[in-house]
């Protein structure tokens, strides 16, 4: 057994021990030895192997895996450009707190610096985006068998704590397995399949909690985040009687906490100054909310109290006067007082903003954004996984479909990139149980078309692809640059028309494709299915503009 085989065959066994079982693996020469193993851990029952050709798309296959199961997924690669094409993946996995191994292979220390090919520093490529674990090379002598499991083992437990980690390992030729010499060394691991070094991660304890005074009225804002903070927190709501805004990755959350989350919550906060009734005293954020802009308004207006992470808390308009690690029944002395009418202002109000955009949708030529996410949210099968895209899709969630307690919804708002989307939905449907459904942009969709591209002999994902097909980048006509006033630079530099024909896209990938064009239609492709198909809607960014406008005021008006 060679020196490469023999590591190769270490670590991959030393993962598996360690309960990485899910590995997304991209074909390459220098890491040939951890392909072997892995195959031949996969033929034997003790992991999951699956294969991408598209780095960038592998990497997001495995933060989606790793947001459904909730523990540590690998991906393998080779050296040099391959690796730079996880750095978007690292960034969100580091960003929203999942633990994504990448290991990475790399050309021995003497082809460094020489012109090697396929040879870059790769050891630090991630900066301070992941953890780097270096491993020596390996070399035909006793001794190293309990460095190369020490080393699985140290990197799996930074990962476990919600940490991108590289691993990264250099390999010497040959590359593929030669099995004529006996290896000097036992390259057994521990007895009973343990791991090498078992470790416990460190636990935060509830003293980093609430020690100053909650006002009876206040307004509770729930973001992405630990959905057992966000349900500890949303407890403590619906004690004391706080209305709830929950973004789409919270609410299953705080509805499991008993708390009133506010239907139509972002736009009482985004169509303008709140009446002296519902204007709170105190806003208390739990997690990371990203969407809305009257959220991020209010906590310019009001004391903000942030319930999240520690030291890396949610602020970026520097607003925070406490931040806590927990809120929970404990600290329920801290809340100064009950008002039972200021949380039936808010019910007062939210009933009224539903029927008004109700009405609106109701008078609006089918199908906008707005009716699509409505109508998709609640024709989805109990129990179902919903993934939404970044840009429109997330945001019209937000605005107006209901909240369920059954669904679980993810989103890649740790960056908020289009990149990735469609790789880490099929990804979250690969990793979890439930019928899954994503919701995308057209943009977001041909920046990760390669998450079509799977080979005839891998795992197929159950995933229904809905993509909201406005030609263009529809977001930005909601912004700054979409008003009047640009319309001479706008569609060239913002709306970027792209004309694409998404069925003859979806053919050329052997994927099944349907065209919704009426409610009927979209409810009925969104009957649950075995593996992976689309759905495209198209819509009229032309109208964007003017219907948010007109929603943000038929909810003022109702606001009084």
């Known amino acids: 057994?060679?020196?490469?085989?023999?590591?190769?065959?270490?670590?991959?066994?030393?993962l598996v021990r360690n309960d990485v079982r899910q590995v997304v693996l991209c074909p390459g020469s220098r890491n040939a030895a951890l392909a072997f193993a892995l195959h031949e851990a996969a033929v034997a029952g003790e992991l999951t192997l699956h294969v991408r050709i598209d780095e960038r798309s592998a990497g997001f296959v495995a933060l989606g895996i790793g947001r459904a199961t909730g523990r540590p997924v690998a991906v393998v690669c080779t050296s040099g450009t391959a690796v730079a094409n996880l750095h978007p993946s690292v960034l969100e996995a580091h960003h929203s707190g999942v633990g994504l191994l990448m290991i990475t292979a790399d050309r021995p220390p003497e082809l460094h610096g020489t012109g090697a090919n396929q040879t870059i520093d790769q050891r630090t490529l991630f900066g301070s985006a992941a953890v780097a674990v270096d491993f020596p090379v390996a070399e035909r002598r006793a001794g190293l068998t309990p460095v190369w499991r020490g080393l699985v083992c140290r990197g799996v437990a930074r990962a476990e704590t919600g940490r991108p980690v590289q691993l990264n390992i250099p390999f010497r030729e040959p590359l593929v397995p030669t099995f004529a010499d006996d290896w000097p060394d036992d390259l057994d691991g521990r007895p009973d399949r343990l791991r090498w070094t078992t470790s416990s991660a460190a636990r935060s304890v509830p003293g980093n909690r609430v020690d100053f005074p909650l006002p009876a009225r206040t307004l509770m804002v729930v973001g992405s985040g630990d959905p057992a903070r966000a349900r500890a927190a949303a407890a403590v709501a619906a004690e004391v009687g706080w209305p709830v805004i929950a973004e789409p990755s919270g609410a299953a959350a705080a509805i499991a906490g008993g708390a009133r989350v506010l239907r139509r919550g972002p736009l009482l906060l985004g169509s303008g100054a709140l009446p002296g009734r519902l204007r709170p005293d105190a806003v208390v954020v739990v997690g990371r909310p990203t969407l809305s802009r009257g959220v991020r308004g209010l906590m310019d207006r009001v004391p903000v109290y942030g319930i999240g992470d520690h030291p890396q808390w949610t602020d970026p308009q520097y607003v925070a006067t406490h931040v806590r690690g927990w809120l929970d029944g404990d600290d329920l002395p801290r809340v100064v007082g009950r008002d039972p009418s200021w949380l039936a202002g808010w019910r007062e109000v939210e009933d009224a903003a539903a029927t008004a955009v109700d009405k609106l949708l109701g008078e609006e030529a089918w199908p906008t954004g707005l009716h699509v996410a409505r109508d998709l949210v609640e024709s989805l099968p109990p129990d179902a996984t919903l993934f939404l895209g970044s840009s429109n899709p997330v945001r019209d969630v937000d605005l107006v479909a209901d909240h369920r307690a059954d669904l679980a919804v993810h989103a890649n708002r740790g960056v908020a990139g289009i990149d990735g989307n469609l790789s880490t939905a099929a990804g979250i449907a690969l990793g979890g149980t439930r019928p899954t459904y994503a919701l995308i942009g057209d943009l977001t969709f041909l920046h990760d078309v390669n998450g079509l591209l799977i080979g005839p002999a891998e795992q197929r994902p159950d995933l229904?692809?809905?993509?909201?097909?406005?030609?263009?980048?529809?977001?930005?006509?909601?912004?700054?640059?979409g008003a009047a006033e640009h319309k001479h630079s706008f569609e060239r530099v913002f709306g970027t028309p792209h004309g694409v024909n998404l069925g003859q896209v979806c053919a050329g990938y052997g994927v099944p494709y349907t065209l919704a064009t009426s409610p009927d239609a979209l409810a009925a492709a969104l009957q649950p299915a075995p593996g992976l198909r689309v759905v495209e809607v198209r819509t009229d960014r032309a109208r964007l503009r003017d219907l948010h406008a007109r929603l943000r005021a038929v909810v003022a008006e109702g606001m009084g």
């Open 1 to 14: 057994m060679n020196p490469s085989t023999a590591m190769a065959t270490v670590v991959v066994d030393e």
């Open 464 to 481: 229904t692809v809905v993509v909201l097909n406005d030609d263009g980048g529809g977001i930005f006509s909601l912004l700054e640059q």
